[in-house]
């Protein structure tokens, strides 16, 4: 079993419930941001019912030690966990590691860093106690919130992902285990389990494409339709502005990532034509690559839109740094030249003077609280007059005997006008492409 698989499973099956986190400063890391750092891993931690009750940070020039903090302050933290500080070789780490495989007590060590499998290894011999860095610490939330088949496979691939590269440090799988080899030699655990990870993959990404076949027909049926797309940092309330512009009734919490996979609504009234809105994973800074790679279908509705909502928690003493690490991730994934329009959200907890002030520094956003009805009345009024722009008005005549057209028309279009003569003339504004697709129809007699 991988090494960051035991400590997962470890920190999950047995009474954990404390936590000391841990972070290097770089020199070119301002305090305050460490510190942010830090405070976002602690909530990530209370997530998962763990309490975070100390913290070491220690200013280094790289992070890259085998054992990612100091000797001196290896020990300090030692004192606090009962382990010797202390990395040890030869057979010694054979029994240490072994030693540390079995049920942790109720305290895990949290890096705030993605740790090497070396660095991971020799902390857990140093302390006695189980690890856990940021990267596993944020798969282990997503797969605690995730609800759908695809949710899941997306994080049980990520997971997988993060998890091969450490195999090979993980001394506890022992020796040999017979079966194939050179030389019938056998191969060893270490080869077995890395086959047995990436057949795992292999039949994840299978059952995926299946999925996302079904879902991209699913995207197709809904070409026609405008489409809104609700991104921003987690638990910055994007989900209460689904639900107040679609009426429908969203998970709703205040905890990071409570929203995994998509949900799509109609806007609420419905529109003419038909608006679309996406609730998409909320990010977070240093978001592991392997989830933003795997979540494809939830990222797809960013790509697409027409619209992008960036929802922004204005209340949070972080929310520039929050805003750049959505841009970023948006621009990873193609979405950068969408429209957007920045929603300056919880503006009730700001006062006059706060809000002064990020009206002057965001002219173009709307301050707002996805509580109140009347700033959920005046987004949707923003939301209409974007799409307003991009329709045109047209004039068609309908045969009486088509009447199923007509109805179709006034179901997807918006209707100007209707003149009764020899045929129907009905004047109609909506998008150039179903404009066409109209034209197509009836020329063609279908």
């Known amino acids: 079993m ?58 280094r020039s790289v992070r890259s030690s085998p054992t990612y903090l100091g000797e001196g302050k290896l020990r300090e933290l030692a004192a606090l966990t009962g382990g010797t500080g202390e990395v040890p070789r030869g057979p010694e780490a054979r029994r240490a590691d072994r030693a540390a495989s079995e049920p942790a007590e109720r305290l895990v060590v949290v890096a705030d860093d993605e740790l090497s499998p070396g660095q991971l290894r020799n902390l857990q011999a140093a302390l006695g106690v189980d690890v856990l860095d940021r990267t596993a610490v944020i798969l282990r939330v997503f797969e605690s919130r995730a609800r759908t088949r695809e949710a899941r496979l997306e994080i049980e691939l990520a997971r997988i992902e993060y998890e091969l590269p450490r195999i090979r440090d993980d001394h506890t799988l022992g020796d040999r285990e017979g079966g194939g080899g050179r030389a019938s030699r056998g191969h060893t655990n270490v080869e077995l389990a890395k086959q047995r990870a990436r057949d795992r993959m292999a039949a994840v990404r299978r059952e995926l494409e299946q999925l996302k076949e079904s879902a991209e027909q699913r995207r197709l049926a809904r070409a026609d339709s405008f489409r809104v797309a609700l991104v921003g940092y987690t638990n910055a309330g994007k989900s209460s502005f689904m639900r107040q512009l679609t009426g429908s009734d969203v998970l709703v919490e205040d905890r990071p990532f409570a929203t995994l996979g998509t949900t799509v609504r109609q806007l609420s009234p419905p529109a003419t034509p038909a608006v679309l809105v996406a609730d998409t994973v909320g990010f977070i800074h240093r978001l592991p690559h392997a989830l933003v790679a795997s979540f494809h279908s939830t990222l797809s509705e960013a790509r697409e839109a027409w619209l992008l909502l960036h929802v922004v928690d204005a209340a949070d003493p972080a929310f520039r740094s929050q805003i750049r690490v959505t841009e970023q991730v948006l621009a990873d994934i193609g979405a950068a030249e969408t429209p957007a329009l920045l929603l300056l959200n919880k503006a009730d907890r700001l006062d006059r003077e706060e809000r002064d002030a990020l009206a002057r520094e965001h002219p173009g956003a709307l301050l707002m609280s996805a509580l109140d009805h009347r700033d959920g009345d005046a987004l949707r009024a923003r939301i209409e007059a974007f799409f ?8 068609v005549s309908i045969p009486y005997d088509r009447h199923g057209v007509l109805a179709e028309l006034r179901d997807r279009l918006q209707v100007v006008r209707e003149e009764y003569g020899d045929e129907v003339s009905v004047t109609v504004r909506g998008t150039p492409e179903t404009l066409g697709k109209l034209a197509a129809r009836l020329s063609g007699g279908g």
């Open 388 to 395: 307003a722009q991009h329709l045109v008005e047209q004039t």
């Open 2 to 59: 991988p090494a960051s698989k035991r400590s997962t499973r470890a920190c999950r099956n047995s009474p954990v419930h404390k936590a000391i986190v841990i972070a290097v400063q770089l020199p070119e890391a301002a305090e305050a941001d460490v510190h942010r750092s830090l405070a976002e891993l602690k909530q990530l931690l209370l997530g998962l019912d763990i309490t975070a009750v100390a913290e070491v940070v220690q200013k």
